[in-house]
């Protein structure tokens, strides 16, 4: 997988939320979803392209009830989480043409997944492109440094042009 060694598990991908994103991917059994759903079932879409600070977790309410959770919904903590890891499905999407979940999940998924492709129209990825920019030049701004030390974060960012730039440039 083209992203595995470049960005995922490399502070893109190795969180809680990018677990549960790989989850809800899986609940929905099919081989290709929208970014703007995606962004509209989770509530992206609701912050208005402001992901610095949230008050509330994003929640989602499981279609399909063959996943490992108890809940019949999940929670998103980090809104820039999602982003980042979203943008990284979609450089893979681009590049390798698909995203095999098993495979980005790191263990075999309890239930047969198709491999999956994100697809955006140009004014999503123009609202990607802005968001991750904005992080870049703002890391320490976004809720998620409450929890990382400042140079993780600064790392992060870098890590995070890093990306934009191979995804939109």
């Known amino acids: 997988m083209y992203i595995e060694n470049k960005y995922w598990n490399n502070y893109i991908g190795d969180t809680d939320d990018s677990l549960t994103l790989v989850e809800y991917l899986a609940d929905k059994h099919r081989e290709e979803i929208s970014l703007g759903e995606i962004c509209s079932d989770i509530g992206l879409d609701k912050l208005n392209g402001d992901f610095r600070?949230?008050?509330?977790?994003?929640?989602?309410?499981?279609?399909?009830?063959?996943?490992?959770?108890?809940?019949?919904?999940?929670?998103?903590?980090?809104?820039?989480?999602?982003?980042?890891?979203?943008?990284?499905?979609?450089?893979?999407?681009?590049?390798?043409?698909?995203?095999?979940?098993?495979?980005?999940?790191?263990?075999?998924?309890?239930?047969?997944?198709?491999?999956?492709?994100?697809?955006?129209?140009?004014?999503e990825h123009e609202r990607?492109?802005?968001?991750?920019?904005?992080?870049?030049?703002?890391?320490?701004?976004?809720?998620?440094?409450?929890m990382c030390p400042e140079e993780d974060m600064l790392e992060m960012a870098e890590l995070c042009e890093k990306l934009r730039k191979e995804l939109y440039e």
């Open 128 to 146: 990607m492109n802005k968001a991750l920019a904005d992080f870049v030049s703002a890391p320490l701004d976004y809720d998620l440094s409450e």
């Open 53 to 123: 600070q949230h008050e509330e977790p994003l929640t989602v309410v499981l279609k399909n009830m063959e996943s490992d959770y108890e809940e019949p919904y999940i929670e998103f903590y980090y809104a820039i989480d999602l982003i980042t890891d979203l943008a990284a499905l979609l450089l893979e999407c681009k590049v390798s043409g698909s995203v095999n979940l098993c495979e980005l999940a790191g263990y075999d998924l309890e239930t047969a997944v198709p491999d999956i492709r994100i697809t955006a129209t140009s004014e």
